[in-house]
């Protein structure tokens, strides 16, 4: 049974844009196959789930084939199943307030009115 290196592969089929941004986002614990934490030499193959961080979302794929070398999109697409449930709507995903940069520390009055907009 072929194996391959999990950042090779996951730069192969085109998760990540560069090998050196696979590895740095296994060392930064950003890609887990199945559900353990993966360092960049781990080996996979066939049947491993593989999850990688990405802008605050996993993206979920499930290894159906090995490939070593970066080809097209609709080549590599072969080698994966994409298990990726779909991201919610804007609108749905809910608002996050944000201060603006340099505005220091929230008051206590703001602490506290940021504290009743989290429902805490």
């Given at each position: 049974m072929?194996?391959?290196r999990v950042?090779?592969?996951i730069w192969?089929?085109?998760?990540t844009k560069?090998?050196s941004a696979?590895?740095a986002?296994c060392?930064a614990?950003?890609?887990?196959?199945?559900?353990?934490r993966?360092?960049?030499?781990?080996?996979?193959?066939?049947?491993d789930?593989?999850?990688?961080r990405?802008?605050g979302?996993d993206?979920?794929?499930?290894?159906?084939?090995?490939?070593l070398k970066?080809?097209?999109a609709?080549?590599?697409?072969?080698h994966?199943e994409?298990?990726?449930?779909?991201?919610?709507?804007r609108?749905e995903?809910g608002f996050?307030?944000?201060?603006?940069?340099?505005?220091g520390?929230?008051?206590k009055?703001?602490?506290?009115?940021?504290e009743?907009?989290?429902?805490?």
């Open positions: 072929a194996k391959a950042d090779s592969w192969a089929v085109r998760i560069t090998r696979a590895t986002a060392k614990g950003h890609v887990r196959v199945n559900g353990e993966a360092k960049p030499a781990q080996p996979i193959g066939p049947g789930e593989v999850r990688v990405q802008n979302f993206r979920i794929v499930v290894v159906t084939g090995i490939i970066r080809t097209s609709p080549e590599a697409a072969k994966y994409d298990r990726t449930p779909p991201r919610l709507p609108e995903a996050v307030p944000v201060r603006d940069r340099g505005a520390r929230p008051s009055r703001e602490r506290r009115d940021l009743k907009l989290r429902g805490y």
